[in-house]
Structure formats: C-alpha cells, structure tokens
C-alpha cells in the first residue's frame, strides 16, 4: 500500500467514531409519560414497541426513547412533562389515564402527543373530534370510565341476591365525578344502592373494605384507574379475605385470581399508540390523525374465584365470556 492511500485510510477511520455520533445525535427521541411504574406496565410496553417495530422503528437502533413513570405520583406529571419539552423530544407518548394526557398537553402545544388510554377524549378537552383531533393531541382511547354501568350489570348477574354494591374510584382521577355518575345512574336503573368509596393511596385499601362491615355490601366494582391496576394484587386478596365478589376493569385482574372483569384491552391501545408514534416521526401530522376508538372489550371469568366464593356462574354468562379461567 502506498503512503498516500495508507494516510488516508487512516484518516478515513478517525472520522468512523464522529459518523457514529453524528448518526446518534440524528437519532429522534420519544418522550414515555406514564402514571405507573415500569414493573406493572411490562406487558403493556412490549406491545408500544411492536407497534413502533410496525413503523419501521426499533428502540436503540433507530429510535431512542426517553421514559418518565410517575410510580403512580400523579403530581410529578407536570414536571416530568416540562422536562420532556425542554428535550426537545419528537413526540410524547402519554400513558396510564387522562391524567398524563392533559399534563402533556399543558406542557406543549406544539410536541405531537400520542394518548393510549382516556375517556372520552373530546369532554376531556384533549382533542376537538375523533375524526379531525385538531391541535397537536391524537392517540386511543374512549369507553374507559364509560364501560362502568355494563361493569354493574354484569356484577349484579353474577351475584343477582346483592342490593348494595360498594364501588372503589380513586378521588383523583380526572374524570372521578364523572365516573361516579356513570355509576349511580346505572345503579338506579338496576334498582341498586351503591355505596361509592375514595382510594388515593395503597394504605387506604385496608380501611376501605374494612369500612364495608355493615353497611350490607354484597359485592365490589373496582373503579377504572392505572393506579388500582397496580395495586391489584392487594385487591385480589383483600376481596378473598372478605368474601367479596368484586368486578374489576381488565383481564389482568381475573388472570391474578379476580373473579371478573369487563373492559378494552389495553395492549391494543400501547400497540396502536406504537403504530401513532413512528407515523408522526414519519411526518405525518397528529391534527390528521384520528383517535382511534377501541374494537375489542374483553369478558373474563375466573371460575376458580366463583367457586371458592360460593357462585354459580349463570350459563349465558358462561357463553358471553371472551376468556374463562379454570
């Protein structure tokens, strides 16, 4: 090899460690907003990133992603938000309920913002219509606190001698109030009593069941909220501790020993806001992006829970169920 060509080979190698850099500061980042914590949103973040693989995006090889979990503190989410927006992050993923939702979209109005999960989005003021979001907010989402009467009906089938059905929410949720309301007006159409009880914190669990001595609470509806999903086993044991038929919002619960529950399935919506976030660092724009509403509500019964309970499932429930565990 002549000198030349070796003096600028070598100088072509000292340049491979700044092309790697400069190819990694290129890199775009998504900003990960979550209510939760990592640990219980596992499953869930596996089908975030099968979504983003589907856009062509593979976290650390060309995408990387920058995650905030608020380990269910709902009030560092608008300092977590903030942080995110002075990183300059492409786009916010906001999961774990409408509580991240908002406080990303009162950080930025220019970020796009992708939402997984959320009530109506359009009373919650995170977007102007699911066809047309406007702005710069879109995701999954809807059928959340609103699956709460159908989540009454079924409990009162399952234990059709119950008149008064205590419901656990957590005060904090956006949407608390209107949950509740959902709540009572469908138990005054079954000509049910329902005894709504606040959680807002892990030690409050105990002195919530144990607040149900007396009052005639033959079953429990465990209100939606991602901070209960993470306290589900909690639940679980406390509900068989009592005795106490409980409802819950996502298979989850039923897998871990519930005895059932009726919702969306969440790892759609990771999976779908996945599918949202490689499409935004494509370029397209989230006000062109519909919210896309859930297709797939999930009936699950555990027939081991119903037995040690002293239940006998009816037939057409049986039937209706998506998943039954035995």
Do not use: C
Request: charged share 20%; proline share 6%; hydrophobic share 45%.
């Amino acid at each position: 090899m002549q000198r030349r060509q070796f003096i600028a080979l070598l100088g072509g190698a000292a340049t491979w460690p700044l092309a790697a850099r400069a190819q990694q500061a290129a890199m775009p980042v998504i900003g990960f907003l979550s209510s939760a914590s990592p640990a219980t949103w596992a499953s869930f973040m596996t089908e975030f990133r099968e979504g983003l693989s589907e856009s062509g995006y593979v976290e650390g090889r060309n995408v990387a992603i920058e995650y905030r979990w608020a380990e269910n503190h709902y009030d560092r989410l608008p300092g977590m938000a903030a942080d995110l927006v002075r990183r300059q992050v492409a786009v916010i993923v906001a999961s774990g309920g409408p509580v991240s939702a908002r406080a990303a979209k009162a950080a930025t109005s220019t970020i796009p913002i992708v939402f997984t999960a959320s009530s109506d989005p359009i009373k919650l003021g995170l977007v102007a219509s699911l066809n047309r979001p406007g702005g710069n907010v879109t995701g999954w989402g809807g059928f959340v606190t609103e699956l709460e009467p159908k989540r009454l009906e079924l409990l009162r089938a399952l234990v059709p001698t119950a008149r008064a059905i205590g419901v656990f929410v957590n005060p904090v949720r956006t949407d608390a109030e209107a949950q509740s309301r959902y709540v009572e007006d469908a138990a005054r159409v079954l000509g049910l009593e329902v005894v709504i009880l606040g959680i807002s914190s892990e030690r409050g669990i105990e002195t919530a069941f144990a607040s149900l001595a007396g009052r005639g609470i033959q079953a429990l509806l465990i209100g939606a909220d991602p901070i209960f999903v993470t306290w589900r086993d909690q639940f679980i044991a406390l509900a068989a501790r009592h005795a106490m038929p409980a409802m819950y919002t996502l298979r989850e619960y039923v897998a871990a020993g519930g005895l059932a529950s009726y919702g969306t399935s969440i790892a759609e919506g990771y999976h779908q806001a996945g599918i949202y976030a490689g499409r935004i660092l494509k370029g397209a724009k989230p006000a062109d992006l519909p919210v896309v509403q859930p297709t797939k509500f999930e009936f699950a019964i555990n027939l081991k829970t119903a037995k040690t309970l002293g239940l006998t499932v009816p037939p057409t429930l049986l039937t209706a169920a998506d998943e039954v565990i035995e």
